[in-house]
């Protein structure tokens, strides 16, 4: 199936020069970043729909003090 859509200059220019160091055509190059955004989206939403189920069924949840602790916690193991 085919699909059309407009984008700037600078995007096509961007897209060809990808293409052109992988010796692909800008159609491959194009085909593979929808496919991926698409998939990138799809992950989102169960992840999303995941979370409301989750809290629907009445959690646990966090506090706000426990999300921070575990953020500072997550950002001192990364350093």
Excluded: W
């Excluded at 700037?8 to 897209?15: P, S």
């Excluded at 629907?56 to 001192?76: C, K």
């Amino acid at each position: 199936m085919n699909i059309s859509f407009s984008i700037d200059e600078a995007t096509v220019q961007r897209l060809d020069n990808i293409a052109r160091s992988m010796n692909r055509s800008r159609s491959f190059v194009a085909l593979e970043a929808v496919e991926q955004y698409v998939s990138c989206q799809e992950s989102y939403i169960a992840s999303v729909e995941a979370a409301v189920a989750k809290a629907d069924t009445g959690g646990p949840f966090l506090t706000h003090e426990e999300a921070v602790a575990r953020s500072e916690q997550r950002r001192r193991a990364l350093q």
